[in-house]
């Protein structure tokens, strides 16, 4: 591979992409490239001309580990929709120019399944205008866990591991204060349409916890009153009551339960609408039924880039799959995005696998029915055994002063 690489990073943040990021660049280094560029906030940067030369950054191998270890996206990130070819040609022969201009012969995405059909469009073009000397790889990533395909997402475990050990967190605060008084805590939980983060809270269940009491996730329609009924039941058991709920929880007629708050009208560029405030509309609406007092916990953004608590399968992984797309571009394939397959659960062991970007864009992988309970309100043993091997092990951040030392672009001394 003596040819220029280059590669983005677009969508939501998580504990491990610049895992695949690093794998890109360590790979692409040992196959002997030539100029590693990355683009700045993905394809809205590269539009706007905006990349760097990664080696003038990444100088050595202990940039390498520090950037496995830092969480969000070290080139910035984009939520960006790339119009159609048809719509919008002049989009497309203004990425082709910039390819050119910096002698890109293979270009890399970091990115979950909408990231993945600005992999899918490129490919598309570049086969209709028969530019054959440019390939286009995707490499996954989301927390979410939702691509097609792919046994799970880099990203995932880390947050399902921190999602596990916070639960147990709540948990054992909320014990800790409800002597002859009760208590409701509601924690919300990232996923969207995809319940795999809202279920990881199950993990708390341990030798030494509880776990929660009821798990909601959003691929099932909200039933309030049904939901307050089983409240008050345990209210009757037990003085502290723990409930997950995924932020994408929907009542039957389709309404997000978190519209039924005050939550804000934002919608993304791929329609969107901002998840928020669930667990604080069901907080006030327990604490108003129930009359104790009530919690809302939202682990929001902590999830998605806990790295001092990132899993090492999930480090691991998610460098093998940005190694293994340098080298399925460096023997020719393009419009495609490499897969993680189990190939065993104990002693766990996985492989990479490859696919189709047509068969993963813009797709969604939600939680099969039969891995939660008859009225949806836990998740399965299944479950919980299909999580546990992918938050197992760490990599100890890198401590400086007693904080996690981070590697940064653009570092300035602005105080
Ligand atoms: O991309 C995954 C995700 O973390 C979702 O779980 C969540 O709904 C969304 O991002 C939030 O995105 P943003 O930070 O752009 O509001």
Same mark, same amino acid.
């Given at each position: 591979m003596? @040819?220029?690489?280059?590669?983005g990073?677009?969508?939501g ?8 990021l690093?794998?890109?660049f360590?790979?692409? $280094?040992?196959l002997?490239?030539?100029? +590693?560029?990355g ?19 990444i ?10 270890r ?9 939520r ?11 989009t ?11 002698d890109?012969? @293979? ?26 000397d ?9 927390i979410? *866990? ?8 880099p990203?995932f ?6 999602i596990g050990a916070s ?5 054992r605060?909320?014990?800790g204060?409800?002597y002859k008084?009760s208590?409701?805590?509601?924690m919300?939980?990232m ?19 509880d776990?929660?009491?009821? +798990?909601y ?9 049904k ?10 058991? $037990?003085s502290?009551?723990v ?18 708050g ?5 919608v993304d560029?791929?329609? @969107? ?7 604080t509309y069901?907080a006030?609406?327990?604490a108003a039924e ?20 990132a899993?090492?399968?999930d ?8 190694g293994?797309?340098?080298?399925a571009?460096d ?8 897969v ?7 002693p ?6 490859i696919?189709d970007? @047509?068969?993963?864009? *813009?797709?969604? $992988?939600?939680?099969p029915?039969?891995?939660? *309970?008859?009225?949806?309100s836990y998740?399965?043993k ?6 546990s091997?992918? +938050? ?8 400086v ?15």
């Amino acid at each position: 591979m003596a @040819h220029n690489i280059i590669v983005g990073q677009s969508g939501g943040p998580t504990s491990v992409i610049n895992s695949s990021l690093a794998g890109v660049f360590a790979t692409a $280094k040992e196959l002997g490239a030539g100029k +590693i560029y990355g683009m700045r906030n993905g394809i809205e940067g590269l539009l706007e001309e905006r990349y760097i030369d990664m080696t003038e950054y990444i100088k050595n191998s202990m940039d390498v580990e520090i950037l496995k270890r830092t969480p969000s996206s070290f080139l910035g990130s984009c939520r960006f929709k790339l119009p159609t070819a048809e719509k919008s040609p002049e989009t497309y022969e203004k990425i082709i120019a910039v390819l050119r201009k910096l002698d890109i012969q @293979h270009f890399f995405y970091i990115g979950g399944n909408d990231s993945m059909d600005t992999i899918k469009q490129l490919s598309e073009y570049a086969k209709a205008k028969n530019i054959t000397d440019i390939t286009f790889m995707g490499v996954p990533k989301t927390i979410d *866990n939702d691509l097609a395909l792919t046994d799970h997402t880099p990203g995932f475990g880390s947050a399902a591991k921190y999602i596990g050990a916070s639960t147990k967190e709540v948990i054992r605060d909320a014990q800790g204060l409800t002597y002859k008084k009760s208590m409701i805590t509601i924690m919300e939980i990232m996923g969207r349409n995809a319940g795999w983060l809202t279920g990881a809270t199950a993990l708390a269940r341990t030798e030494d916890c509880d776990g929660p009491d009821l +798990i909601y996730l959003p691929e099932v329609p909200f039933d309030i009153d049904k939901f307050l009924v089983k409240v008050k039941d345990l209210l009757k058991k $037990k003085s502290s009551v723990v409930i997950a709920v995924s932020e994408g929880i929907r009542l039957a007629d389709g309404r997000y339960v978190c519209e039924l708050g005050s939550s804000g009208d934002y919608v993304d560029a791929f329609g @969107h609408k901002q998840l928020a405030g669930t667990a604080t509309y069901l907080a006030n609406f327990l604490a108003a039924e129930c009359g104790c007092k009530t919690r809302a916990v939202e682990l929001s953004t902590l999830q998605r880039s806990a790295s001092h608590m990132a899993s090492r399968v999930d480090i691991d992984e998610a460098f093998m799959v940005g190694g293994a797309a340098v080298k399925a571009a460096d023997e020719g394939d393009t419009g495609k995005m490499i897969v993680i397959d189990r190939v065993s659960d104990d002693p766990y062991m996985a492989k990479t696998g490859i696919y189709d970007v @047509h068969r993963i864009a *813009n797709e969604e $992988k939600v939680v099969p029915r039969n891995w939660m *309970n008859k009225d949806a309100s836990y998740v399965t043993k299944d479950f919980v055994d299909y999580i546990s091997p992918l +938050i197992q092990g760490d990599y100890q951040p890198i401590m400086v002063n007693g904080l996690p030392r981070h590697l940064v672009l653009n570092l300035k001394k602005k105080r």
